[in-house]
């Protein structure tokens, strides 16, 4: 068997136990139905006629830099992207950032279920297509350019599982995955890229967020009416592409990295040579 087989039965093998163990998860767990409680925010204020106006406006900053990611991304290459995975890897990301600042606010002026679907499935856009991003970066290129359409559609199912079974199983393991594996491959796989420090900052701030949105009331109760702490949530998970894009802006491909890609480089070639 060769070397470039065994790389595709591994990746058949990594995406065959991921699908038992969904499937496991699904048989062994109870239903998760979407709480209603869950829109009864702690800060219902209006402001100059704008429901909820302090958990609408907090979008904005995801509307700023989801577009100059955008633009950063596909102008001039600032970004300096040389694989083409990463490239659609970001283009998505920022797209799913710009996106969130329109469903999150459409969801806080009267929030409900239905109004709810478009306040996830940007941000699950914005999940899926960073992990596969990250893919790229850690494990292989070809493996995670080929992982992010099939990624994308399971944040995209998981939004419509939930909506019309009303479970949310599957989409917590969209948001609790990446969380799980981005912080776990930073430490543990080698970096392509310097500067992987934004990755654990940009998950410190997430996780930052997902505490403040649990403690929405109590925040808003500590800060005598001030500022609850589901608008905390949302200025700190914008900054998670903050973070991300200093990291784009300011990162070089490692040293031993590059000489790796080098070598293969010329392996390649040679290849092409004796076969030629």
């Given at each position: 068997m060769t070397t470039l087989e065994r790389i595709k039965d591994s990746r058949a093998c990594v995406w065959c136990v991921a699908l038992f163990c969904f499937i496991a998860l699904m048989v062994v767990t109870p239903v998760i139905p979407q709480s209603q409680e869950y829109h009864n925010f702690a800060d219902r204020r209006n402001f100059f006629g704008v429901p909820n106006t302090l958990n609408v406006i907090s979008n904005f900053p995801f509307l700023i830099i989801g577009v100059v990611g955008l633009i950063l991304c596909l102008y001039g290459n600032h970004f300096?992207?040389?694989?083409?995975?990463?490239?659609?890897?970001?283009?998505?990301?920022?797209?799913?950032?710009?996106?969130?600042?329109?469903?999150?606010?459409?969801?806080?002026?009267?929030?409900?279920?239905?109004?709810?679907?478009?306040?996830?499935?940007?941000?699950?856009?914005?999940?899926?297509s960073i992990m596969a991003v990250f893919i790229i970066e850690r494990i292989d290129e070809k493996t995670g350019t080929m992982s992010l359409f099939p990624l994308l559609m399971a944040g995209i199912v998981s939004i419509a599982y939930w909506r019309y079974f009303d479970d949310l199983r599957p989409y917590a393991l969209v948001q609790f995955i990446p969380c799980i594996a981005i912080p776990a491959m930073t430490i543990l796989l080698p970096a392509m890229y310097t500067h992987s420090i934004y990755w654990l900052w940009a998950a410190g701030f997430y996780l930052l967020a997902k505490l403040e949105e649990a403690a929405d009331k109590p925040i808003y109760k500590w800060t005598h009416y001030t500022?609850?702490?589901?608008?905390?949530?949302?200025?700190?998970?914008?900054?998670?592409?903050?973070?991300?894009?200093?990291?784009?802006?300011?990162?070089?491909?490692?040293?031993?990295?590059?000489?790796?890609?080098?070598?293969?480089?010329?392996?390649?070639?040679?290849?092409?040579?004796?076969?030629?």
């Open positions: 300096s992207l040389s694989l083409q995975g990463e490239v659609w890897g970001w283009v998505f990301f920022y797209v799913g950032v710009t996106a969130t600042a329109f469903g999150s606010a459409y969801y806080h002026l009267k929030p409900d279920d239905a109004r709810l679907v478009w306040d996830r499935l940007p941000m699950t856009i914005a999940f899926t500022i609850s702490g589901h608008t905390l949530k949302h200025l700190c998970a914008a900054m998670v592409p903050v973070f991300l894009t200093i990291m784009l802006s300011r990162r070089s491909i490692e040293i031993e990295r590059q000489f790796q890609l080098m070598k293969k480089t010329d392996e390649d070639g040679s290849s092409g040579s004796i076969q030629g």
